[in-house]
Nanobody, 122 residues
């Protein structure tokens, strides 16, 4: 079983930056990597970014390419999502998850974090 604990998030002005963190328990060793998803009010959950534990290969949604950076500390199964040049449309609850690569880059893996609110507003 894998447990995920998220931190970070909050309120930021447009153009600002935030960093999210997600720490997974050691059970994550059986997964391929970690992904981030977000869900805005009235919208479906969408893929944001993902990274593999081995090799650190990264994947991004087109909407965040060039603005968000995902990184990992494989030794501690911790993943960071650095978000720059934030826009109001980035406002959502962000969730981390772990699982197989084909899942964490599409619909999501089998274990999820508790979610953290990111609000971009002036």
């Amino acid at each position: 079983q894998v447990y995920l604990v998220q931190s970070g998030g909050g309120l930021v002005q447009p153009g600002g930056s935030l960093r999210l963190s997600c720490a997974a328990s050691k059970g994550a060793i059986s997964t391929d990597g970690m992904g981030w998803f977000r869900q805005a009010p009235g919208k479906e959950r969408e893929f944001v970014a993902a990274i593999s534990w081995s090799g650190g290969r990264t994947y991004y949604a087109d909407s965040v390419k060039g603005r968000f950076t995902i990184s990992r500390d494989s030794a501690s199964f911790t993943v960071y999502l650095s978000m720059n040049s934030l826009k109001p449309e980035d406002t959502a609850v962000y969730y981390c998850n772990v699982g197989q690569l084909g899942k964490i880059t599409t619909t999501g893996g089998y274990a999820w974090g508790q979610g953290t609110q990111v609000t971009v507003s002036s």
